[in-house]
């Protein structure tokens, strides 16, 4: 029996990426998964490798009905219980400041952080009911340290981290633990087409202390412990997944 056997989990954004290798991490944990994201072809086919019944959600978060519905549909499908949430979906920008639109910030700021506060709060009164759950939000180490031209990712991942803190000192005392995971340089479609261009391979790997990109699925694994047992007394933080960039002085390189 795995660490999860028994439970059920939401993850956001679950048809790539992350999201995906999240909702394969908890399965083979043994929680049963409801996928959230807009894309249906993407989430059927994470969802056909998926042992514990896992059942998909149709979505657009970035919408202000968008998390409520995904929380309603999923509840349903779980007979009313949620165990854990893994806040997942987002979107990122690269533009330098001075150019950013109020359309750009509005949608970074809907998708990644609006969204995960609405459904965060849809799922809330189930979890109580439950005696408790834990809520996994993926951040970024932007949040922590800022990158060039990224102020509204950045800001919007830093808010994640902030709504982290808060949940865990608002619902620790129910059973609910609040942790946010962090990630740096991730080998994912997001990341592949800026590293193929002339030099950024080579500027990213030499901040990165380990000299290797993360996978989604190391990120996955950091999300199943922070949904497990094995992390009860840890609420409240924000554990970076990065190859250790976070910790370095190295500047981030400018791509």
């Not at 700021?109 to 459904?119: P, Y």
């Amino acid at each position: 029996m795995g660490a999860l056997a028994g439970r059920t989990a939401l993850v956001t954004g679950g048809g790539r990426g992350i999201g995906a290798a999240c909702a394969r991490a908890l399965d083979a944990a043994g929680a049963r998964v409801a996928l959230v994201a807009r894309n249906r072809s993407e989430l059927d086919e994470v969802a056909a490798g998926l042992a514990n019944e896992p059942f998909v959600v149709s979505a657009d978060l970035g919408t202000a009905d968008g998390p409520g519905a995904a929380a309603a549909a999923a509840l349903d499908g779980f007979d009313g219980r949620l165990d854990v949430l893994v806040n997942n979906a987002g979107t990122a920008l690269r533009k330098d400041s001075h150019d950013l639109t109020v359309d750009e910030l509005d949608h970074v700021w809907n998708v990644n952080v609006r969204s995960a506060l609405l459904l965060t709060a849809a799922v809330l009164p189930a979890m109580l009911d439950a005696g408790g759950g834990s809520i996994v939000s993926i951040s970024s180490i932007s949040g922590l340290r800022g990158a060039p031209r990224r102020a509204v990712y950045a800001a919007s991942k830093a808010a994640l981290d902030g709504m982290t803190r808060s949940l865990a000192m608002e619902y620790g005392p129910r059973g609910i633990r609040a942790n946010s995971v962090a990630p740096g340089v991730v080998d994912t479609a997001m990341w592949r087409e800026n590293l193929a261009k002339p030099g950024v391979a080579d500027a990213v790997l030499g901040v990165i202390p380990t000299r290797r990109l993360s996978t989604a699925e190391e990120v996955a694994d950091v999300v199943v412990f922070l949904a497990s047992d094995a992390s009860r007394s840890i609420t409240g933080e924000v554990i970076a997944a990065d190859g250790g960039i976070h910790s370095t002085v190295n500047l981030w390189p400018t791509v």
